[in-house]
T-cell receptor, first 108, second 115 residues
Framework: DAKTTQPPSMDCAEGRAANLPCNHS???????VYWYRQIHSQGPQYIIH???NNETNEMASLIITEDRKSSTLILPHATLRDTAVYYC?????????FGTGTSLTVIP | DGGITQSPKYLFRKEGQNVTLSCEQN?????MYWYRQDPGQGLRLIYY???????QKGDIAEGYSVSREKKESFPLTVTSAQKNPTAFYLC??????????????FGEGSRLTVL
């Protein structure tokens, strides 16, 4: 069973904010949401994670809805180097469940 | 520098041959994982280990085997029983402390091609 659902692809203009949605409607109260990104043929790179509250770091912001059934990853000022596949993941204990990801293309 | 090292980066094998992919980490992580990725798809869990000398099957364990004799090492053997082994294989590790703390760290992957 897929624990997360993401749109397969999105485009974003360079310099604009990229908002990547994720649905995780079956998430349990103690399961965290993680976001990773993968540039072609490399290992995925950690971006951010959260449980209930919104989170921000130097790479991105994570907005989690109050019911925790969905979240949005925000890249505030997308650059061409942000072109990658972005994975929304639910962590259950020490298992990480990957969805099929969103392929983000940043357009000059 | 701390990290995860996978080898070889590229590997070719003939049908019917077993092949072992190496994964070593110096992050002092308890948990280690093997994922398989096919073109245009997400990551699927093959095996994971939360502690030395213990491991559990993931969603697609058939045709694969692992061992965890040392904390730092988690090799994956792709056996001849795996019907479609051509794929990109990713090894990862994480801490196993307080739930939600400690992200998953990945190696750079091994690309296996069966000729």
């Amino acid at each position: 069973d897929a624990k997360t659902t993401q749109p397969p692809s999105m485009d974003c203009a360079e310099g604009r904010a990229a908002n990547l949605p994720c649905n995780h409607s079956t998430i349990s109260g103690n399961e965290y949401v993680y976001w990773y990104r993968q540039i072609h043929s490399q290992g995925p790179q950690y971006i951010i994670h959260g449980l209930k509250n919104n989170e921000t770091n130097e790479m991105a912001s994570l907005i989690i809805t109050e019911d925790r059934k969905s979240s949005t990853l925000i890249l505030p000022h997308a650059t061409l180097r942000d072109t990658a596949v972005y994975y929304c993941i639910v962590r259950v204990g020490n298992q990480f469940y990957f969805g099929t990801g969103t392929s983000l293309t940043v357009i000059p | 520098d701390g990290g995860i090292t996978q080898s070889p980066k590229y590997l070719f094998r003939k049908e019917g041959q077993n092949v072992t992919l190496s994964c070593e980490q110096n992050l002092n992580h308890d948990a280690m994982y093997w994922y398989r990725q096919d073109p245009g798809q997400g990551l699927r869990l093959i095996y994971y280990s939360q502690i030395v000398n213990d491991f559990q099957k993931g969603d697609i364990a058939e045709g694969y085997s692992v061992s965890r004799e040392k904390k730092e090492s988690f090799p994956l053997t792709v056996t001849s029983a795996q019907k479609n082994p051509t794929a990109f294989y990713l090894c990862a590790s994480s801490g196993t402390g307080t739930p939600g703390t400690g992200e998953l760290f990945f190696g750079e992957g091994s690309r296996l091609t069966v000729l």
